[in-house]
């Protein structure tokens, strides 16, 4: 009888072989963990701290665009910027901005699906119409105003209105956010567009409440007192009413509210607050089970996305001069959510990025773009009323190729990447599985002819 050269003895000595391939480490246990664990990399001197890296540069961005704007007639850059880059354009990119940054926390730190988030902008709009305006003729109600004071109307100041567009708006967000505490996923995004419904036919139908006239239905309330601040001059600088051309002082407002709201959400991430958020969004059931009062993290989300909200519309009210109910419409909801998701839920960079791209591109780019378009070909289309198949198209190829957005978040962008890796490890493990069988099947086999 032949010996199996396979078999092996059961204490093999050093230097003999075994009769099969290796198998992976600890038997082919946990090898979608050693897959997953990301190898060192070598450090490397850095002249500008990582947490930094991006404050600067929406700083230096932010100071180039005014300087290309306040010098462009010196540069010869008037007609590029007029059409490709205008002043009105970047005034309302950075409302978007701050609206997306708000929708972020509900969204992208807490995990909400909010398809409502006109609502705030629309309050927001109105706190500016109701406190900037003579809309409430009967009354006349002055406190720092820009206007004399003789005239009929409620007249605060800007930047009070800005304080009380916020406050309104986070009380209108726990009242909003109270019935869908015990919703989630597709319950949650319907009673949220239904509140994101509601609102904006209350102020397009609220020229009668009960003989009341809330917001002048579809006259909309226009126009409101203008913003005194510091006011940028080709010769200097002066303290004055904003007029409705003094577009490059208006932009370093809204730059100065766009920053604040990022600095808030970048705090509030780092904080007690936006951990708590985070650990409802991965698992809410073990955030409960570890503590997390569910409620009230989830009422702070839905309040403090609301501030964002009606600092952005208050915002956008002194930017159109008025308060207009026809352009709250569900589609912002829709065109917030998409520069959420495309920027990265979760990173607040992300979310700017997305935000300034997409508005832009709604704006600006892609009506100059079939302008050119049209001159060179000949032809008559119109590319603005294929924006939404655009963006339509942009967010399936995103959820192809690269879901989690421009800039995803870290934690999101291991968590995706997880996936995959770990998938490579069970298939790993399936495969070294199958040549164990293999092998039992072969030596049977062999038995089986002897």
């Known amino acids: 009888?032949?010996?199996?050269?396979?078999?092996?003895?059961?204490?093999?000595?050093?230097?003999?072989?075994?009769?099969?391939?290796?198998?992976?480490?600890?038997?082919?246990?946990?090898?979608?963990?050693?897959?997953?664990?990301?190898?060192?990399?070598?450090?490397?001197?850095?002249?500008?701290?990582?947490h930094l890296r991006?404050?600067?540069?929406?700083?230096?961005?932010?100071?180039?665009?005014?300087?290309?704007?306040?010098?462009?007639?010196?540069?010869?850059?008037?007609?590029?910027?007029?059409?490709?880059?205008?002043?009105?354009?970047?005034?309302?990119?950075?409302v978007w901005v701050i609206c997306a940054l708000g929708l972020n926390i509900v969204v992208g730190y807490a995990g909400l699906l909010d398809l409502g988030f006109v609502a705030f902008w629309a309050i927001g709009g109105y706190t500016a119409a109701w406190l900037m305006s003579t809309f409430f003729y009967q009354t006349q109600v002055h406190l720092l105003g820009s206007v004399p004071t003789n005239q009929p109307g409620i007249h605060f100041s800007f930047w009070m209105v800005l304080v009380a567009g916020a406050a309104l708006c986070f009380v209108f967000g726990v009242i909003?956010?109270?019935?869908?505490?015990?919703?989630?996923?597709?319950?949650?995004?319907?009673?949220?567009?239904?509140?994101g419904e509601i609102i904006p036919q209350v102020f397009r139908n609220g020229d009668n409440v009960f003989g009341f006239n809330l917001s002048n239905g579809d006259k909309s309330i226009t126009p409101v007192d203008p913003i005194y601040s510091v006011a940028i001059e080709a010769n200097g600088l002066s303290i004055r009413n904003l007029g409705p051309f003094d577009l490059l002082s208006k932009y370093l407002?809204?730059?100065?509210?766009?920053?604040l709201i990022i600095f808030i959400s970048l705090r509030l991430r780092e904080g007690k607050l936006g951990r708590a958020w985070l650990a409802i969004r991965e698992d809410e059931v073990a955030a409960s089970a570890m503590g997390v009062p569910l409620m009230r993290t989830k009422l702070?989300?839905?309040?403090?996305?609301?501030?964002?909200?009606?600092?952005?519309?208050?915002?956008?009210?002194?930017?159109?001069?008025?308060?207009?109910?026809?352009?709250?419409?569900?589609?912002?909801s829709i065109t917030l959510l998409a520069m959420v998701v495309l920027g990265g839920m979760g990173n607040v960079w992300g979310v700017t990025l997305g935000a300034l791209i997409l508005a832009w591109v709604n704006s600006t780019g892609l009506p100059q773009f079939g302008n050119a378009f049209n001159e060179q070909f000949g032809t008559e289309i119109n590319f603005t009323s294929y924006n939404f198949l655009i963006f339509g198209g942009a967010l399936v190829l995103m959820m192809l190729f690269k879901r989690e957005g421009f800039l995803p978040e870290s934690r999101t962008r291991l968590v995706l990447r997880e996936h995959e890796k770990t998938a490579v490890g069970q298939e790993a493990i399936e495969v070294d599985e199958l040549d164990e069988q293999v092998e039992r099947a072969a030596a049977g086999e062999g038995d089986d002819r002897r």
């Not at 019935?179 to 995004?189: H, W």
């Not at 407002?253 to 920053?259: P, T």
């Open 1 to 50: 009888m032949v010996a199996d050269r396979r078999v092996q003895h059961p204490d093999p000595a050093d230097g003999v072989s075994t009769g099969r391939p290796a198998r992976p480490r600890n038997g082919g246990v946990a090898v979608g963990y050693e897959l997953s664990r990301p190898e060192p990399t070598p450090q490397r001197r850095r002249w500008v701290p990582e």
């Open 54 to 94: 991006w404050p600067i540069g929406f700083a230096l961005a932010a100071l180039a665009v005014f300087f290309l704007h306040y010098y462009a007639s010196k540069l010869g850059a008037d007609g590029f910027l007029q059409t490709w880059l205008p002043r009105a354009s970047l005034n309302e990119a950075l």
């Open 176 to 195: 909003i956010g109270a019935p869908t505490l015990r919703l989630r996923s597709d319950y949650l995004a319907l009673v949220t567009l239904g509140f």
């Open 253 to 259: 407002i809204f730059v100065a509210l766009a920053a």
């Open 300 to 332: 702070a989300a839905y309040g403090i996305g609301a501030v964002a909200g009606g600092i952005g519309g208050v915002a956008y009210a002194t930017h159109v001069n008025g308060a207009f109910a026809g352009t709250f419409r569900f589609s912002i």
